[in-house]
């Protein structure tokens, strides 16, 4: 499935952002997607995920009551709303596709995902 990963900009801190990943050649209910993001000399770390069935959603802790993950099957779109944003956000944001197979673990490894977009910068002002 390709991936296209769109929404990021420069925000000041408290502010919000909506991530918005659209997939192609395939529909996205058949896959388990997730949110990494990879800020300044770091590694890349799972931000937030959505298990194929819908149901079972995982986040970060850091960014739990603050960021939403949100499928739209009909638009084959998923989207992170990302709220009270603050500096330590500010990441290079990729959305990423993995088998329906990986169990719900899994959702938080990013060797469980095969498909990934491009990646949108998020950068947020103190």
């Known amino acids: 499935v390709q991936l296209q990963a769109s929404g990021g900009g420069l925000v000041q801190a408290g502010g919000s952002l909506r991530l918005s990943c659209a997939a192609s050649?395939?529909?996205?209910?058949?896959?388990?997607m997730g949110w990494f993001r990879q800020g300044p000399g770091k590694e890349r770390e799972f931000v937030g995920g959505?298990?194929?069935?819908?149901?079972?959603?995982r986040y970060k802790d850091s960014v739990k009551g603050r960021f939403t993950i949100s499928r739209d099957s009909a638009k084959n779109t998923v989207d992170l709303q990302m709220n009270s944003l603050k500096p330590e956000d500010t990441a290079v944001y990729f959305c990423?596709?993995?088998?329906?197979?990986?169990?719900?673990?899994?959702?938080?490894?990013?060797?469980?995902?095969?498909?990934w977009g491009q990646g949108t910068l998020v950068t947020v002002s103190s």
């Open positions: 050649g395939r529909t996205i209910s058949t896959y388990n």
């Open positions: 990423a596709a993995g088998s329906k197979r990986k169990i719900l673990s899994e959702l938080y490894n990013p060797r469980a995902y095969d498909d």
């Open positions: 959505i298990r194929w069935t819908g149901v079972n959603i």
